[in-house]
T-cell receptor, first 114, second 111 residues
Framework: EAGVAQSPRYKIIEKRQSVAFWCNPI?????LYWYQQILGQGPKLLIQ????????DSQLPKDRFSAERLKGVDSTLKIQPAKLEDSAVYLC????????????FGPGTRLTVT | LAKTTQPISMDSYEGQEVNITCSHN???????ITWYQQFPSQGPRFIIQ???TKVTNEVASLFIPADRKSSTLSLPRVSLSDTAVYYC????????????FGGGTRLMVKP
């Protein structure tokens, strides 16, 4: 069974630029999550999708972050404009059902904002 | 979600059994206890989950006392490859309930 795929693995941008991350969850998993993990900290949930609908985006900085999950499969997370404090690893995870604490994580995208 | 407290770091040696204890004094009736493992440059990996008593799988054991205010993750005979950060999470798995990670425990296994 293929795992959660993410791309790119690494990205370096200057502040005020925009960036997008892509995630392909495990086949058949209805729930998809985006997390932000700052160095030395645990992951922080940004947004949770159930199929193509948003379940929770209370911790997503909506003035600069946006996410979509068209057709209920792949998802993209965008930052525009980026700030220095956005430097982090962005993790995508999926699970068969919403609310499950058994989630499957991708390798993450390491973003550096200079 | 119930707040969890776990040691920031632990050291061990190859071949030893490692026990990482997590405190969750405010655990609610519907809360489950879940542990994740994270290696550098990788996403977290689900290890084990339990509600009460003892759960065992091919990777670890999870011990939960009757009052459920703490839990202990037990890793038998660790190897260097078990060096990682281990996260304890507690929460209701109902729809819409978020998974909240704390700082985790950094386990260093030495030769």
């Amino acid at each position: 069974e293929a795992g959660v795929a993410q791309s790119p693995r690494y990205k370096i941008i200057e502040k005020r630029q925009s960036v997008a991350f892509w995630c392909n969850p495990i086949s058949g998993h209805a729930t998809l999550y985006w997390y932000q993990q700052i160095l030395g900290q645990g992951p922080k949930l940004l947004i949770q999708f159930q199929n193509n609908g948003v379940v929770d985006d209370s911790q997503l900085p909506k003035d600069r972050f946006s996410a979509e999950r068209l057709k209920g499969v792949d998802s993209t997370l965008k930052i525009q404009p980026a700030k220095l404090e956005d430097s982090a690893v962005y993790l995508c995870a999926s699970s068969p059902r919403t609310g499950s604490h058994e989630q499957y994580f991708g390798p993450g995208t390491r973003l550096t904002v200079t | 979600l119930a707040k969890t407290t776990q040691p920031i770091s632990m050291d061990s040696y190859e071949g030893q059994e490692v026990n990482i204890t997590c405190s969750h004094n405010n655990i609610a009736t519907n809360d489950y206890i879940t542990w994740y493992q994270q290696f550098p440059s990788q996403g977290p990996r689900f290890i084990i989950q339990g509600y009460k008593t003892k759960v065992t799988n091919e990777v670890a054991s999870l011990f939960i006392p009757a009052d459920r205010k703490s839990s202990t993750l037990s890793l038998p005979r660790v190897s260097l490859s078990d060096t990682a950060v281990y996260y304890c999470l507690v929460g209701d798995q109902g729809a819409g309930n978020m998974l909240t990670f704390g700082g985790g425990t950094r386990l260093m296994v030495k030769p």
